[in-house]
């Protein structure tokens, strides 16, 4: 099934959970709309976390599930940030939240 | 949870099947699990790890970045038959993610080391 979220005079193909289509249609801007529908308020530490999924993305040619994205960010941050409870203040769920508002398709794998 | 060894080897090139998606995604989530992982890529299996593969031409998505989710996983064994290179005329230059090259004898030990040999 898919849905269309109405953004900037534009009409955006979402599938039933919410993803984009389209990982190339993302913008900040729409990042916004989309952690909107997830009843989050992005702050910047929101935005570093989304950025370093989309660039996960862009490397990998994957979507993060929860382990590698800690690994990730304990390899680019240290482990201060770089773990699953400080993803857990910021995200109900991590890996599938950020990976949504950073516009990129639902992870393929669990672990 | 005891440990299994775990011999996850790609038989095929990486158009025209889903050979090395599998294997990779076998080998993360035995990875995901701590089970020790040695992914081998073997006879046409070799071109999977070829870095100028240019998937965009077909239109499919590329797994060759996906292979640098290995490290990340903790699979620090990712193998390339040595013999196999020689046949197609491939060098270490010739291959993304720095494999190393192991010769049959070193295959055929692991073999009988593996708990579980998945060929793919």
């Known amino acids: 099934m898919i849905t269309f979220i109405e953004f900037a005079g534009a009409r955006i193909a979402v599938d039933a959970q919410g993803y984009l289509k389209d990982y190339q249609q993302w913008s900040e801007a729409l990042a916004e709309v989309l952690a909107e529908r997830e009843g989050i308020t992005l702050t910047d530490d929101h935005w570093a976390v989304i950025r370093y999924v989309r660039q996960f993305y ?13 690994k990730y960010l304990q390899h680019h941050w240290g482990a201060d940030k770089g773990n699953s409870i400080y993803l857990h203040k910021l995200f109900k769920e ?18 | ?39 081998l890529c ?47 005329g491939l060098k270490a230059e010739n291959l993304a993610h720095q494999p190393t090259p192991v010769a ?15 060929v793919f």
């Not at chain 2, 070829?50 to 990340?72: R, V, W, Y």
């Not at chain 2, 049959?104 to 998945?118: F, S």
């Open chain 2, 1 to 39: 949870m005891q440990n299994k060894r775990f011999l996850i080897i790609v038989t095929k090139a990486p158009a025209g099947s889903d050979a090395g998606p599998l294997a990779l995604d076998s080998a993360l989530a035995a990875a995901a699990f701590d089970q020790p992982v040695t992914l």
């Open chain 1, 94 to 111: 991590p890996a599938k939240q950020a990976t949504k508002i950073a516009g990129l398709p639902k992870p393929a794998r669990c672990v």
């Open chain 2, 104 to 118: 049959r004898e070193q295959i055929l030990q692991a073999m009988r080391e593996a708990d579980h040999v998945w």
């Open chain 2, 42 to 88: 073997q006879d046409e299996g070799v071109w999977q790890l070829a870095n100028t593969q240019d998937t965009a031409l077909l239109g499919s998505k590329a797994t060759l970045p996906t292979f640098g989710l290995l490290e990340l996983y903790g699979v620090e064994q990712l193998w390339v038959c040595a013999d196999s290179l020689q046949g197609f």
């Open chain 1, 58 to 70: 862009l490397e990998f040619n994957s979507s993060p599930a929860i382990r590698p994205l800690v």
